[in-house]
C-alpha cells in the first residue's frame, strides 16, 4: 500500500545513545519532514526538505540531524540522546506545494515512533 | 508571525450530541491553506479537510461541516450526531500558501460517551 512508513514504532535508548529514525514513502512526494509531538504541544516542525540532497531547520532542530539522499527517504538521527527528546515521531510527506496534485490530501503522516529515553 | 490555538483542551459529550471544535489563526499571509486532523487513540494522524484562504464557502462532508471566516480567523469543525467513534484528538493547522510548514495547534480531546 502507498503511504509513509516509519520504523520502529517503538523505541527505548539510554542517555547518551544515538540512533536513527527511518522515513520512506512511495509516493514520489518532493517534500518530506519530521514533527514531534508532545502532550499539550501539537506537533512542531524539527526538519524537513523540498528534494533529495535539500534540508533545513524547523523549529526545534537541536539535537537532530537529518539527510536526504534520495526522493523516498528521509531519516532522522538523534546524535546523543537526552530526556527531553522523550515524545512521539511523525514523519509526513506531501507534494511541493501550489502544485495541482497537492490540492486535496495535505500531508500523509507516517504512523509514527514513540521514543523513550532514560 | 503564524499561530493555531484551539482554546479548547477536551470536550465530552454523550452519544447524538453536535459538538464544535473551535479554531483560531493568526497569520500575515494572504493566501494560505487551513487544515483538519484526527488522531484516534491508534495514534496515526488522519486528514479531514484542507481550505483556502479565498474560498469562505462552508463545507459539508456527512456529519462533518466546517465553518470558515477570514474576518473572525476562525475555521471551525462541527460533528453533527457524535459517535463513540469520533472519539479523537482533533489538530487544526495553518499553512502559508507558498511553504510548505505547517502550524498545528495544540489540540482538542473529544470524549464521545455511549
Known amino acids: 500500500n502507498a503511504g509513509v512508513t516509519q520504523t520502529p514504532k517503538f523505541q527505548v535508548l539510554k542517555t547518551g545513545q544515538s540512533m536513527t529514525l527511518q522515513c520512506a514513502q512511495d509516493m514520489n512526494h518532493e517534500y518530506m519532514s519530521w514533527y514531534r509531538q508532545d502532550p499539550g504541544m501539537g506537533l512542531r516542525l524539527i526538519h524537513y526538505?523540498?528534494?533529495?540532497?535539500?534540508?533545513d531547520q524547523g523549529e526545534v532542530p537541536n539535537g537532530y540531524n537529518v539527510s536526504r539522499s534520495t526522493t523516498e527517504d528521509f531519516p532522522l538521527r538523534l546524535l546523543s540522546a537526552a530526556p527531553s527528546q522523550t515524545s512521539v515521531y511523525f514523519c509526513?510527506?506531501?507534494?511541493?506545494?501550489?502544485?495541482?496534485?497537492?490540492?486535496?490530501?495535505?500531508?500523509?503522516f507516517g504512523s509514527g515512533t514513540r521514543l523513550t529515553v532514560v | 508571525a503564524q499561530k493555531v490555538t484551539q482554546a479548547q483542551t477536551e470536550i465530552s459529550v454523550v452519544e447524538k450530541e453536535d459538538v464544535t471544535l473551535d479554531c483560531v489563526y493568526e497569520t500575515r499571509d494572504t493566501t494560505y491553506y487551513l487544515f483538519w486532523y484526527k488522531q484516534p487513540p491508534s495514534g496515526e494522524l488522519v486528514f479531514l479537510i484542507r481550505r483556502n484562504s479565498f474560498d469562505e464557502q462552508n463545507e459539508i462532508s456527512g456529519r462533518y461541516s466546517w465553518n470558515f471566516q477570514k474576518s473572525t480567523s476562525s475555521f471551525n469543525f462541527t460533528i453533527t450526531a457524535s459517535q463513540v467513534v469520533d472519539s479523537a484528538v482533533y489538530f487544526c493547522a495553518l499553512r502559508p500558501y507558498n511553504f510548505n510548514k505547517f502550524y498545528f495547534g495544540s489540540g482538542t480531546k473529544l470524549n464521545v460517551k455511549p
Open positions: 526538505s523540498v528534494g533529495a540532497g535539500i534540508t
Open positions: 509526513a510527506s506531501s507534494y511541493l506545494p501550489g502544485s495541482r496534485t497537492e490540492a486535496s490530501y495535505g500531508y500523509t
